[in-house]
């Protein structure tokens, strides 16, 4: 019984900065939900090191917060930290250069991580590849789905038309029988 309360009183005396961390409720019972993928998610303060907010990388994809160091270290660049489920892996300092090689940044794959690693410099050019044509399947999707929308538009457009078209040809075809009937009344008036 104490247990369901004093998560209660947790919820309720935490501060905005919790948020992205929620209560869940299973069979088992209680427990503290941590949702990374949440943008409004903020962990609490870390000595020595700065929070970066989730965000979109330029493909469009939602790459949650992670810790940056706010010193730095000269020779090495730092490798931010990943998501593992709720789990946070901290990152680590990797050399700025290694002859012969080229640092692919590590990168989430449907929500799962795959780590950087040093490939052989030749690999570059099939990296910078890769990176190129990714790119430019992100702005193809993009530029389906605005032509997509372009296209509901224009359907759109067009059934409003059809419609005013068959409004027309109503009024039309009431003006036409108005027509008959104004033409019998006047042959009628001018047979008496």
């Known amino acids: 019984m104490l247990t369901p309360i004093l998560i209660l009183a947790a919820s309720l005396l935490s501060a905005p900065a919790d948020a992205g961390v929620y209560f869940g409720i299973t069979p ?25 907010a989730g965000h979109y990388d330029a493909w469009g994809r939602w790459i949650p917060g992670h810790w940056l160091p706010v010193a730095a270290r000269p020779g090495y660049v730092w490798v931010p930290g990943y998501w593992s489920g709720p789990t946070y892996v901290d990152g680590y300092w990797r050399p700025a250069y290694r002859a012969g090689y080229v640092w692919v940044d590590g990168r989430y794959d449907g929500g799962h991580w795959n ?45 409003a038309d059809a419609r005013e078209d068959a409004r027309d040809r109503a009024e ?18 001018a047979r008496r």
């Open 172 to 189: 039309d075809r009431a003006d036409h029988r108005e027509d008959a009937r104004d033409q019998r009344e006047d042959r009628r008036d």
């Open 28 to 52: 088992a019972g209680w427990h503290v939900v941590v949702d990374p993928w949440s943008p409004a998610y903020r962990p609490p303060a870390r000595p020595g090191f700065t929070w970066i």
């Open 115 to 159: 780590g950087g690693y040093w490939a052989p410099n030749a690999y570059s050019r099939h990296v910078a590849a890769e990176r190129y044509h990714a790119r430019e399947d992100w702005h193809d999707r993009a530029e389906d789905r605005a032509d997509a929308r372009e296209d509901a538009r224009d359907r759109a457009e067009d059934r």
